[in-house]
T-cell receptor
Framework: GNSVTQMEGPVTLSEEAFLTINCTYT??????LFWYVQYPGEGLQLLLK???ADDKGSNKGFEATYRKETTSFHLEKGSVQVSDSAVYFC???????????WGLGTSLAVNP | GAGVSQSPSNKVTEKGKDVELRCDPI?????LYWYRQSLGQGLEFLIY????????KSGLPSDRFSAERTGGSVSTLTIQRTQQEDSAVYLC???????????????FGEGSRLTVL
C-alpha cells in the first residue's frame, strides 16, 4: 500500500544552520507530494507541494524536489531561523481524491 | 470566520461516555475532512464530506464513530461509548470547491484533543 516515511525527530539546530528533513514514499502511479507545517499553537498548513517528477516546490525559503527515481521529497532550507521551529509533515496523494497519506511528523527546534 | 474553527480544544471524558466534536469550516469551502492523530502516529483519515454528495465514511474505525454536516457547513463528529484507544487529537480540514486532497490545499483547524480516562 501507499506509505510515507520521514526522518524522526526531534531535530535541533542553531540559527542559520542548513536543514534537511528526509521523506521517502511508496505509492503506485504518479502521486502528488506535499510538506505541511504546524507552528506552535496553530493548525497544519500547506508549506509546499510538487505534482510531477522533477518539480521543485518552494516557499518561505524551503525547497523540496520530487525525485521519482529515489521516491523521495526531502525538505531543505539553507539557513533556518528561530521562527521555523515547528513540526513538519510529509504527505502523499496517490490518486485517491480524499485520503492524503501522512508521515509521522518531524519536530524542529531552532536555537538563537 | 478567518480559519477553520474547532471546539472544544480539549476534552477529558470517562470511558463509556459519548463525546461530540465540532468543526466550523472556512466560509465557502465545500469539502470538509476529519482526521485523527494518535500519539506517535501520522494523520489517519476518518471521513470526508463534499457538498451534497454522500460522505465517504471509509476511514471511520468503528460504528461508534459517526459524523454529520448540517447545511453544508458545520460538522459534528460523535464518538459513542468512548474507549481509551480513542484518545487522540481530532483534526478538521476544509478546502475550496474544485480543490482538496488532490491538490493538497487543505486548511486545518487547531484540533480537538480528546483524552479518555
Amino acid at each position: 500500500g501507499n506509505s510515507v516515511t520521514q526522518m524522526e525527530g526531534p531535530v535541533t539546530l542553531s540559527e542559520e544552520a542548513f536543514l534537511t528533513i528526509n521523506c521517502t514514499y511508496t505509492a503506485t502511479g504518479y502521486p502528488s507530494l506535499f510538506w505541511y507545517v504546524q507552528y506552535p499553537g496553530e493548525g497544519l498548513q500547506l508549506l509546499l507541494k510538487a505534482t510531477k517528477a522533477d518539480d521543485k516546490g518552494s516557499n518561505k525559503g524551503f525547497e523540496a524536489t520530487y525525485r521519482k527515481e529515489t521516491t523521495s521529497f526531502h525538505l531543505e532550507k539553507g539557513s533556518v531561523q528561530v521562527s521555523d521551529s515547528a513540526v513538519y509533515f510529509c504527505a502523499v496523494n496517490a490518486g485517491n481524491n480524499r485520503k492524503l497519506i501522512w508521515g509521522l511528523g518531524t519536530s524542529l527546534a531552532v536555537n538563537p | 470566520g478567518a480559519g477553520v474553527s474547532q471546539s472544544p480544544s480539549n476534552k477529558v471524558t470517562e470511558k463509556g461516555k459519548d463525546v461530540e466534536l465540532r468543526c466550523d469550516p472556512i466560509s465557502g469551502h465545500t469539502a470538509l475532512y476529519w482526521y485523527r492523530q494518535s500519539l506517535g502516529q501520522g494523520l489517519e483519515f476518518l471521513i470526508y464530506f463534499q457538498g451534497n454528495s454522500a460522505p465517504d465514511k471509509s476511514g471511520l474505525p468503528s460504528d461508534r464513530f459517526s459524523a454529520e454536516r448540517t447545511g453544508g457547513s458545520v460538522s459534528t463528529l460523535t464518538i459513542q461509548r468512548t474507549q481509551q484507544e480513542d484518545s487522540a487529537v481530532y483534526l478538521c480540514a476544509s478546502s475550496r470547491p474544485g480543490q482538496g486532497s488532490n491538490t493538497g490545499e487543505l486548511f486545518f483547524g487547531e484540533g480537538s484533543r480528546l483524552t479518555v480516562l
